[in-house]
């Protein structure tokens, strides 16, 4: 497994824009599927996007399309995820997850699926 670390949330107005980072220590990260979830106060966990591992295939949530970009860095252990247009109902806490898939494009897109997390780090959008 990787241990994964999340940092770069904040503070920001409507139409602003953040940037988080997944930092992941571990071997093989090349091998991981990554995902970003985000939990507000009161719902249940829900899929932001994810990545392959070879950052051929992205998937997104209706909700961010267009907004949203998540991307990686395999010779750093990190991925991103660029929020543009924020909302104010994309306040939440944001999760970085990682998926053991091998040499698979395999994104996975339900929390289940993911086998390690972050700590989290809170997004807030002011109206």
């Known amino acids: 497994q990787v241990q994964l670390v999340e940092s770069g949330g904040g503070l920001v107005q409507a139409g602003g824009s953040l940037r988080l980072y997944c930092a992941a220590s571990?071997?093989?990260?090349?091998?991981?599927?990554m995902g970003w979830f985000r939990q507000a106060p009161g719902k249940e966990r829900e899929f932001v996007g994810a990545?392959?591992?070879?950052?051929?295939?992205?998937v997104y949530a209706d909700s961010v399309k267009g907004r949203f970009t998540i991307s990686r860095d395999n010779a750093r252990n990190l991925v991103f995820l660029q929020m543009n247009s924020l909302k104010p109902e994309d306040t939440a806490v944001y999760y970085c997850a990682a998926r053991y898939v091998g040499p698979a494009l395999t994104v996975p897109t339900t929390p289940y699926d993911y086998e390690s997390w972050g700590q989290g780090t809170q997004v807030s959008v002011s109206s």
């Open positions: 571990g071997r093989a990260f090349s091998t991981y599927a």
């Open positions: 990545i392959s591992w070879g950052r051929d295939r992205t």
